[in-house]
């Protein structure tokens, strides 16, 4: 839970504060006013709402790991184009492909954790949980200020390259991270035997589940 936790604070902190700096790309750089600013946001926000259909349609993959990464890694790649692209038209299907991404991978670090964590900790996790969804205005002053030295384009271009090699610096680091398809299949197979009808938990082997004498078979 702690390196999905710090997993999932790479990109909050460093590429999601690209948001605040759309109005900057669409006055500054494409020159599309007030009007381009509302289609930037409009497809942020159509992104954001495919990338949870996604991710429900394929909840069922078991490998969540290469789920996780490859969306952390597209949304920053496709936020790296994006703060490239010289045209506003060609920035439309980037900034929409990005939140699809980021938004499947949100959902997916979530999902995973609600699956870790214990019931009498869950409160706790939660709250933790929420607070690094609050890190996004923190990370956007680091970012503003690049983009007041740099450009918008170049600071977003570093914080997407940052955001890469911290995360995948992460995962080479983090054992539990890299076995985490495997944590998640035995916490669910946990799960299971705990709903099952008659489980007794901290019965000893061989014990009968429904908890009366065995029955006899002779």
Same mark, same amino acid.
């Given at each position: 839970?702690?390196? $999905? ?13 690209? !948001? ?6 669409? %006055?500054?750089?494409?020159?599309? &006013? ?6 930037? !946001?409009?497809?942020?926000? $159509? ?22 990464? @490859?969306?952390?890694?597209?949304? /920053?790649? @496709?936020?790296? $184009? ?16 990005? %939140?699809?991404? /980021? ?10 954790? !609600? ?28 970012? @503003? ?5 740099? &450009? ?16 995948? /610096?992460?995962?080479?680091? @983090? ?12 916490? $669910? ?12 938990? =901290? ?5 009968? /589940?429904?908890? =009366? ?6």
């Amino acid at each position: 839970m702690r390196a $999905l936790l710090l997993l999932s604070i790479i990109p909050i902190l460093l590429a999601m504060p690209f !948001q605040a700096l759309l109005v900057v790309f669409a %006055d500054d750089v494409w020159h599309v &006013g007030a009007g381009g600013l509302g289609v930037l !946001q409009a497809a942020a926000g $159509l992104g954001g709402i495919a990338g949870s259909f996604w991710v429900a349609f394929t909840s069922e993959s078991p490998r969540k790991l290469r789920l996780m990464m @490859s969306t952390l890694l597209a949304f /920053a790649g @496709s936020l790296l $184009l994006f703060s490239l692209s010289p045209w506003f038209l060609l920035a439309l299907p980037l900034v929409f492909a990005a %939140d699809v991404f /980021a938004s499947a991978f949100t959902t997916t670090v979530n999902t995973l954790i !609600q699956v870790l964590i214990p019931d009498e900790v869950r409160g706790r996790v939660m709250s933790l949980m929420m607070m690094t969804f609050g890190l996004t205005p923190l990370g956007t002053v680091p970012v @503003s200020a690049l983009a007041e030295a740099l &450009g918008a384009p170049a600071a977003v271009a570093i914080a997407s390259v940052v955001t890469v090699a911290l995360s995948l /610096a992460l995962l080479a680091a @983090s054992r539990a991270l890299r076995g985490i398809d495997s944590t998640v299949a035995r916490a $669910l197979e946990a799960e299971a035997t705990a709903a099952a009808p008659g489980f007794r938990p =901290g019965a000893p082997p061989g014990a009968p /589940a429904w908890g =009366g004498r065995a029955p006899d078979v002779g």
